[in-house]
């Protein structure tokens, strides 16, 4: 087996993911026949540094010996079960241990697969929560400027990314829709908690306005990771958690991106102090194993539910891998690893070093901003520094920066032209270092001559 050979059967037969197909007769999709911690490796025995965590998904590395072999015993036991009339013990004692590190207040927890479904399950409880206590006029939801909440119909309706948003408008929910706290739009010298408080402003006003007809409230709490990175003040979420509340209103925190330390802290809403009605989880979960979604809520919303079966009040949801044991019991392992490493102190020192290795890039004249929460760094490459003026997208940048990347040996998939690093957390200082003298020159390859 080899590079070319297998490149070339995928062709014939696959279509992937967010990718213009044509693009693949230059630039062929890249087989990798292995994983050990950070590194990939192809069939030429080329090594790449997984830089963006697999599409944000691993934690603890490739082929982690703890997760590796909590999945091969449980594979002894049961592969898979029913959930509806059944249970098991993974995804039990997986959801004791969810709630007993989400934000307090949080209760019960229904699963699902793949993120996308998580927000669909938010959305739709949500909704129904309010149809059984009668209030049937609630039927919108608001959302933020740039977000990004998957890509099925709900929840592509709750983001806002034009790029995998327009084609599908006619399709979709109207959500209302209000400005982002997104903090590269502040004012020279305002501070990003002064910035973040000022657009809240809207909030408030679509709040005032539309209260009687929204269920709630939908974010990505501070990072919106496909909106290119953009980042945000956790003051925003504790003035929206109040403001929720004195409209009535649900409040979901889409943290599938940001979740289990991403940030710095285990979940976001922690640098908040605030609970969410609903809280969506996904990526992560399983360290970047099986795919394993699961939506949080509170006894509140669960109780509004609970009723005679002839009161027709159940939440009658359902996806065929329901809290999949092997999915449950790679959770599990991660959770372990968290508690027993004490993973989010050690990752302090990567955060500093991240943002040491990069300092020298904010002077850059092509590098209009390097922001960073917790273990997200990103660059944003414009065209002119201090206009902030983008090059044309039709340019493709970011792309060149990505070839040029995968020639070091390095897997970083630019947004746009928004260079990002979301590594594994067992990365190393001196991997970073590499990471970071790929980018440095990956970005002057990509803007040589202008
Ligand atoms: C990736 C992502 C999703 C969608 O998850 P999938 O598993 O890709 O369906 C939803 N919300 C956020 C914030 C994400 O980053």
Known sequence: MDNDSLAQRDRRVLWHPCTQMRDHETLPPIPIRCGQGVWLEDFNGKRYLDAISSWWVNLFGHANPRINAAIQNQLQNLEHVILAGFTHEPVVRLSERLIEIA?????????????????EIALKMSFHYWQNRGEKKRTRFINLANSYHGETLGALSVGDVALYKETYKPLLLEPIAVKSPDCYHR?????????????????????????GEVCAVVVEPLVQCAGSMRMYDPVYLKLLRQACDKYRVHLIADEIAVGFGRTGTMFACEQAGITPDLLCLGKGLTGGY????????????YQAFYAEYNARKAFLHSHSYTGNPLACSAALATLDI?????????????????????AALAEHPHVAEVRQTGMILAMEMVKDRKTREPFPWQERRGLAVYRHALEQGALLRPLGDVIYFMPPYVITSEEIDFLAQVAREGIEAATRGD
């Not at 934000?103 to 229904?110: K, M, T, V």
């Open 290 to 301: 099986l795919p394993l979604s699961a939506c949080l809520t509170t006894d509140e919303i």
């Open 103 to 119: 934000p307090r207040g949080l209760a019960h927890c229904f699963y699902a697969s793949d993120g996308s479904a998580a927000l």
């Open 187 to 211: 004012e020279s010298g305002e501070s990003w908690a002064d910035y973040s408080t000022r657009t809240f402003a809207d909030m408030e006003r679509a709040l005032e306005q539309y209260a």
């Open 338 to 358: 968290f508690r027993d490493d004490d993973v989010l102190n050690r990752n302090r020192k990567l955060v500093t070093h991240m943002a040491r290795a990069t």
